[in-house]
């Protein structure tokens, strides 16, 4: 297989592992409780580790830099300075990684699905997701 063709391949596990994401956080009551967190947090793993080897296949592949990730960049580091300086470790340490998990799922999205048929893919599933979502609660009555 050429590079291309693989680099096509790691687009598309970058757009299913982002779409899984959307899907299983919402139906999975928000991913609030530790759980269903762990998945989204394995999820988001896999992710980076896909658009990691974008990188390495693809050596024209470009970092977009919009002013608006110096702000998430920036928010990342408080996160991680006030984990270092929290009373209490174990909440700290678990919206820090919260933080570093959003964090990371913005640099992905925003390098990776910023094609049309993407960002269209996208939003159909959002968009049916929350069909879905209020149609199950229109039935539950």
């Known amino acids: 297989m050429d590079r291309e063709r693989l680099d ?13 994401i959307l899907v299983y956080s919402p139906l999975a009551l928000g991913s ?20 990691g080897c974008r990188f390495w296949l693809n050596p024209k ?8 990730c110096w702000a ?3 928010f990342m580091g408080y996160a991680v300075g006030r984990y270092l ?3 209490v470790e174990y909440a700290a340490r678990q919206e820090m990684i919260q933080v570093l998990i959003y964090g990371f ?3 992905a999205v925003l390098n990776n699905l910023h094609r049309l048929e993407s960002t269209q893919v996208v939003g159909m599933t959002v968009l049916f997701l929350a069909m879905a979502i209020a149609m199950y609660r229109w039935c539950s009555f």
């Open 8 to 20: 096509g391949w790691c687009e598309r596990g970058v757009l299913g592992l982002v779409l899984a």
């Open 32 to 51: 609030v409780d530790l759980p269903q967190f762990v998945v989204v947090e394995w999820l988001t793993v896999a992710l980076v580790s896909v658009w």
């Open 61 to 68: 592949h470009r970092l977009l830099w919009p002013p608006v």
């Open 72 to 74: 998430v960049l920036l």
């Open 85 to 87: 300086t929290a009373e």
């Open 105 to 107: 799922l913005f640099f």
